[in-house]
């Protein structure tokens, strides 16, 4: 019989105090383990560990320096962090782990991470042994203040701009890096105080939209643990998403509240690759966030991904159409059931599934102007009657890849199933 895995909280934020403030009332459980690496020196080499334990005799602490050969985000998790968490999930004084997360470590590739990244130190299991195997994610805290999050949320100020940039090559933008925290999350506290009533209601009208369901406490006002009891049976709890999946999770207002809405743009065409590409600045003004799925003309078989927030913009791979799949058996069982039927509702007998779905959520950005150029990017009827044999010889300014700003040099892959960031 497979023994239990190990509770595993993430605590997240972009304020190192808060995070702390948010993951030190967990410690008040026998048994709990709070764990931080402060990677502010990761580009010399050194990530310092602190580990924080809950024993019957209080709670004791050990810091460590880490030594790295390579100074990254990924030799951290999988040289240190990922090792760490087994180790832990197998101590029989262990309850719980909690992860108090340094800014430049986001949740949602760490919760990859931990299921994915096979750890090779011990190769005892035949080399097929994660972390994922000895702790199980129960829950993903976002700390957030509320007079700060959104001018980051939405500005173009990059990671090293604000000094929380894990290395000097480190492109993320504060705004991929801030959304990406409170999505991730399965509960949110906040802290502070916006700056007026109208700034308070345009935050309170995003993370409406942003984050439908999840609860949103002041942090102190309740304890992290009834938090995290009180979690609903569908609560994220560390699923990775996936480019396929619903656009719109959970009921969001779909109404206008203090400049804050919701546009929806469809098309059963494709975008033109150049067209495309001129209209994104659309997107990037006056917008907190995008996702969607995109059909380009020039990458006929392959879905792609497009997600933007602030002036941060990815586009990155998100796999082969189901219409590339043809009989093969074996390639359709690995398909997610619901991304099937959705499918089979909207097939075309010339296309398939291909499409264009996009939510945009605005906060200054008009949905006329949105929907409008847009609409303008896509192929025109005679563009579209001239097949894909002649799309596919037209210049592609996105080539496997596209990030803004345009001189970015790191490739983001986004596939069917996982979704792995390259800063």
């Given at each position: 019989?497979?023994?239990?895995?190990?509770?595993?909280?993430?605590?997240?934020?972009?304020?190192?105090?808060?995070?702390?403030?948010?993951?030190?009332?967990?410690?008040?459980?026998?048994?709990?383990v709070?764990?931080h690496?402060?990677?502010?020196g990761?580009?010399?080499?050194?990530?310092?560990?602190?580990?924080?334990?809950?024993?019957?005799?209080?709670?004791?602490?050990?810091?460590?320096?880490?030594?790295?050969?390579?100074?990254?985000?990924?030799?951290?998790l999988?040289?240190d962090?990922?090792?760490?968490?087994?180790t832990?999930?197998?101590?029989?004084?262990?309850?719980?782990?909690?992860?108090?997360?340094?800014?430049?470590?986001?949740?949602?590739?760490?919760?990859?991470?931990?299921?994915?990244?096979?750890?090779?130190?011990?190769?005892?299991?035949?080399?097929?042994?994660?972390?994922?195997?000895?702790?199980?994610?129960?829950?993903?805290?976002?700390?957030?203040?509320?007079?700060?999050?959104?001018?980051?949320?939405?500005?173009?100020?990059?990671?090293?701009?604000?000094?929380?940039?894990?290395?000097?090559?480190?492109?993320?933008?504060?705004?991929?890096?801030?959304i990406?925290?409170?999505?991730?999350?399965?509960?949110?506290?906040?802290?502070?105080?916006?700056?007026?009533?109208?700034?308070?209601a345009?935050?309170?009208?995003?993370?409406?939209?942003?984050?439908?369901?999840?609860?949103?406490?002041?942090?102190?006002?309740?304890?992290?643990?009834?938090?995290?009891?009180a979690?609903?049976?569908?609560a994220?709890?560390?699923?990775?998403?996936?480019?396929?999946?619903?656009l719109?999770?959970?009921?969001?207002?779909?109404?206008?509240?203090?400049?804050?809405?919701?546009?929806?743009?469809?098309?059963?065409r494709?975008?033109?690759?150049?067209?495309?590409?001129?209209?994104?600045?659309?997107?990037?003004?006056?917008?907190?966030?995008?996702?969607?799925?995109?059909?380009?003309?020039?990458?006929?078989?392959?879905?792609?991904?497009?997600?933007?927030?602030?002036?941060?913009?990815?586009?990155?791979d998100?796999?082969?159409?189901?219409?590339?799949?043809?009989?093969?058996?074996?390639?359709?069982?690995?398909?997610?059931?619901?991304?099937?039927?959705?499918?089979?509702?909207?097939?075309?007998?010339?296309?398939?599934?291909?499409?264009?779905?996009?939510?945009?959520?605005?906060?200054?950005?008009?949905?006329?102007?949105?929907?409008?150029?847009?609409?303008?990017?896509?192929?025109?009827d005679?563009?579209?009657?001239?097949?894909?044999?002649?799309?596919?010889?037209?210049?592609d300014?996105?080539?496997?890849?596209?990030?803004?700003?345009?001189?970015?040099?790191?490739?983001?892959?986004?596939?069917?199933?996982?979704?792995?960031?390259?800063p």
């Amino acid at each position: 019989m497979t023994a239990p895995r190990t509770s595993l909280v993430l605590v997240t934020g972009l304020s190192r105090e808060l995070t702390a403030r948010a993951a030190t009332p967990l410690l008040d459980r026998p048994g709990t383990v709070v764990v931080h690496h402060d990677v502010s020196g990761l580009d010399g080499g050194v990530v310092v560990r602190t580990l924080r334990e809950a024993g019957p005799h209080g709670v004791t602490e050990h810091v460590a320096a880490i030594e790295l050969a390579h100074g990254c985000l990924s030799c951290t998790l999988r040289l240190d962090l990922l090792p760490l968490l087994r180790t832990l999930g197998r101590r029989p004084d262990v309850s719980r782990v909690v992860l108090e997360l340094d800014p430049a470590l986001e949740p949602e590739h760490l919760c990859w991470s931990i299921e994915n990244v096979v750890l090779d130190d011990l190769p005892d299991d035949g080399g097929t042994e994660t972390a994922g195997d000895s702790v199980q994610v129960t829950g993903v805290l976002a700390a957030l203040d509320a007079g700060s999050w959104f001018d980051a949320a939405t500005g173009e100020e990059a990671m090293a701009d604000v000094g929380l940039a894990a290395t000097a090559d480190d492109e993320r933008t504060l705004a991929q890096v801030a959304i990406g925290q409170v999505e991730s999350a399965d509960a949110v506290l906040v802290a502070g105080q916006p700056a007026d009533a109208w700034s308070g209601a345009r935050l309170t009208a995003v993370l409406d939209r942003l984050l439908p369901g999840v609860p949103r406490v002041r942090l102190g006002a309740v304890h992290p643990d009834a938090l995290l009891t009180a979690l609903p049976r569908d609560a994220r709890r560390g699923r990775v998403s996936s480019p396929h999946d619903p656009l719109l999770a959970g009921q969001p207002p779909l109404d206008e509240d203090a400049g804050v809405g919701l546009v929806r743009f469809a098309a059963d065409r494709p975008f033109h690759p150049e067209r495309l590409h001129d209209a994104l600045d659309v997107l990037l003004d006056g917008v907190v966030r995008t996702r969607g799925r995109l059909w380009l003309a020039t990458q006929h078989d392959r879905a792609v991904w497009l997600e933007s927030a602030g002036g941060g913009l990815r586009v990155g791979d998100a796999g082969p159409w189901l219409d590339t799949l043809g009989d093969d058996a074996e390639l359709w069982a690995q398909v997610d059931p619901q991304r099937a039927a959705a499918a089979a509702l909207r097939w075309d007998p010339v296309f398939g599934d291909r499409d264009v779905q996009l939510a945009v959520l605005t906060h200054r950005q008009s949905p006329m102007a949105i929907t409008t150029t847009l609409f303008a990017a896509l192929l025109t009827d005679a563009e579209l009657a001239a097949g894909p044999d002649l799309w596919a010889t037209w210049p592609d300014p996105f080539g496997e890849w596209h990030e803004d700003p345009c001189e970015a040099s790191a490739p983001t892959d986004l596939h069917v199933t996982d979704r792995e960031e390259h800063p």
